[in-house]
């Protein structure tokens, strides 16, 4: 079993419409849960972080955490299409330490 | 630096050849990672540094791999003898504290 799970996809969302991304992860002990988006042939890009459970939202995007069920997600309002790219849900210890990523879920917008 | 910067951009080593991959990291920021992304996976960690102290080197996936940081800034990944099933992405990260970390552009290694 992989530590961070992701369904792979692709995922098709229309235009203007909401975007749900999850990721669940094994190891109990884990603090910080990080989304990066990486676009084909580039390096993952950082978009949102969150280490408390419940909600954070940043301008269209929102993360949410549950530590009991061991789930992440994120959410983007309004899809555009240049929000099509691969989303990487990555976790660590806590702290400045190693990050476990997922193998990313690819998002299509459809027009 | 305004970025992670990592050097070459893409290098074709043929089978046996050692490399040298640089990573010059955000100014300032202590703490360097290296990671190694197959093509359709999500990057694996390599390797962690805090100033020059590596920390961690438990994703050195043989000792073929070497890496260092000698001043705290600049860092090199060293594979030795590469073989096939090194291709891959190396990307480099850095970060000053807490909050996630920036990743370079990578270098693209190809073993032929």
């Known amino acids: 079993q992989k530590e961070v799970e992701q369904n792979s996809g692709p995922l098709s969302v229309p235009e203007g419409a909401i975007a749900s991304l999850n990721c669940t992860y094994s190891?109990?002990?884990?603090?910080?849960f990080f989304w990066y988006r990486q676009y084909s042939g580039k390096s993952p890009e950082l978009i949102m972080f969150?280490?408390?459970?419940g909600d954070k939202e940043d301008g269209r995007f929102t993360a949410q955490l549950n530590k009991a069920s061991q789930y992440v997600s994120l959410l983007i309002r309004d899809s555009q299409p240049s929000d099509s790219a691969t989303y990487l849900c990555?976790?660590?210890?806590?702290?400045?330490?190693?990050?476990?990523f997922g193998t990313g879920t690819r998002l299509t917008i459809i027009p | 630096g305004a970025g992670v910067s990592q050097s070459p951009r893409y290098k074709v080593a043929k089978r046996g050849q050692d490399v040298a991959l640089r990573c010059d990291p955000i100014?300032?920021?202590?703490?360097l990672f290296w990671y190694q992304q197959a093509l359709g996976q999500g990057p694996e960690f390599l390797t962690y540094?805090?100033?020059?102290?590596?920390?961690?080197k438990s994703g050195l996936p043989s000792d073929r791999f070497f890496a260092e940081r000698p001043e705290g800034s600049v860092s090199t990944l060293k594979i030795q003898r590469t073989q096939q099933e090194d291709s891959a992405v190396y990307l480099c990260?850095?970060?000053f504290g807490s909050g996630g970390y920036t990743f370079g552009s990578g270098t693209r290694l190809t073993v032929v």
């Open positions: 990260a850095s970060s």
């Open positions: 190891d109990r002990g884990s603090q910080s």
């Open positions: 969150i280490y408390s459970n």
């Open positions: 990555a976790v660590g210890a806590g702290g400045n330490e190693k990050l476990t």
């Open positions: 100014s300032g920021h202590v703490s």
């Open positions: 540094f805090q100033n020059e102290a590596q920390l961690d």
